[in-house]
């Protein structure tokens, strides 16, 4: 006597299809670095005075090269901004994302929550327990 395999085979069909979608949806747990341009210039070291021009945006998975909305611009204010590399003034992600970066290099920094603004928003613009994308590009290091 033979079963009909067609219950078992739609139900690992379902689950494939569900794990698969579960795999594409979660958001990065972990910070990505990708250099889109290897600087020349002096390496960014914890203690260093960094300069740079940033732009950010919220993480959405079906967005071009995942970039939402955008949440900030250093090029929108006109200016650069600067700060001590590891001391805290600024999100982890960016601590640790532009650390080893050379002045005149340009980085991508996919961040997730723990290293951004965790469970805090920022202003309307930035929901709780967002991932971040920025783009950064690193003027100088001193």
Known sequence: MRRSLLP???LLF?????????????EPTQL???DQ?????AVARNGSEVELNYTGWLYDEN????H???VDSSYDHGQ??????????????WDRGIKGMRAGGKRTLLIPPKLGYGGRSVGNVVPPNA???FDIELVSVH
């Open 8 to 10: 078992f085979v739609t």
């Open 14 to 26: 379902a689950t494939v299809l569900m794990l698969s979608h579960a795999a594409s949806a979660a």
């Open 32 to 34: 990505s670095v990708i």
């Open 37 to 41: 341009q290897v600087g020349t210039g």
């Open 63 to 66: 967005a071009k090269d995942h």
């Open 68 to 70: 939402g909305a955008k």
């Open 80 to 93: 650069t901004i600067s700060f001590t590399l590891g001391d805290g003034k600024v999100i982890p992600g």
């Open 131 to 133: 991932t971040l994308i």
